[in-house]
């Protein structure tokens, strides 16, 4: 039973297209979060959600917006795809609470290639 | 400056050899540190973690953290062809309901059998 998952795996489109990245997680934790891994395999955090409140939002064009439904889900749609935005996506979530430190728990990556 | 810093590799190294992977951090409000696993095609997966300066075991892996110099160390002993993955170091500072992990670009890992 997978942990954090992510769909779909693979995306190939156009640019100038929008996309969406749906990720669940059935580990009970409050926290999710959206990284960018780029071709030189470098992790940045894109934004972090805490009960279904946005925490951290790093500087992401306005063409990324997150949505997190519910503590379970957490979702990445991206408008007017750019070729700079070729990168696997990885869906994390983690545990935060008073007097814990959140292990984080990836999802698989979703890999975007914009043509 | 990358907040944590990483020599990307790759390293290469015989099966049975003793692996040393490094970092630098410039983030004084760093309160945790952490080893991460990736493996190709696949998410991250923690190694180890720790907050203080000194050495922390966990079978063939040794995690070291220097906070006088912001140098943080990841040792691999009698190494595997499975151990053949990247290594990221991170940094982690939190408060609260808010937790942000901070990545190196990793290290490249190849063990020949």
């Known amino acids: 039973d997978t942990a954090v998952s992510q769909t779909p795996k693979y995306l190939v489109t156009q640019m100038g297209n929008d996309k969406s990245i749906k990720c669940e997680q059935n580990?009970?934790?409050?926290?999710m979060y959206w990284y960018k891994q780029d071709s030189k395999k470098f992790l940045k955090i894109m934004f972090s959600?805490?009960?279904?409140?946005?925490?951290i939002n790093e500087t992401v064009p306005n063409r990324f917006s997150p949505k997190s439904p519910d503590k379970a889900h957490l979702n990445l749609h991206i408008n007017s795809l750019e070729l700079g935005d070729s990168a696997v996506y990885f869906c994390?979530?983690?545990?935060?609470?008073?007097?814990?430190?959140?292990?984080?728990?990836f999802g698989e990556g979703s890999r975007l290639t914009v043509l | 400056q990358k907040e944590v810093e990483q020599d990307p590799g790759p390293l290469s190294v015989p099966e049975g050899a003793i692996v040393s992977l490094n970092c630098t951090y410039s983030?004084?409000?760093?309160?945790?540190f952490m080893w991460y696993r990736q493996y190709s095609r696949k998410g991250p997966e923690l190694l180890m973690y720790?907050?203080?300066?000194g050495n922390k075991e966990d079978g063939r892996f040794t995690a070291q953290v220097d906070k006088s110099s912001k140098y943080i160390s990841l040792f691999i002993r009698d190494s595997q062809p499975s151990d053949s993955a990247t290594y990221l170091c991170?940094?982690?500072?939190?408060?609260?309901?808010?937790?942000?992990?901070?990545f190196g670009i990793g290290t490249k890992l190849q063990v020949i059998p």
């Open positions: 994390a979530s983690s545990q935060v609470s008073a007097g814990r430190t959140g292990e984080l728990f």
């Open positions: 580990l009970g934790h409050d926290t």
């Open positions: 959600y805490n009960n279904k409140e946005l925490i």
């Open positions: 983030n004084s409000a760093f309160q945790y």
């Open positions: 720790t907050y203080s300066s």
């Open positions: 991170a940094g982690l500072t939190r408060s609260g309901g808010y937790q942000k992990v901070t």
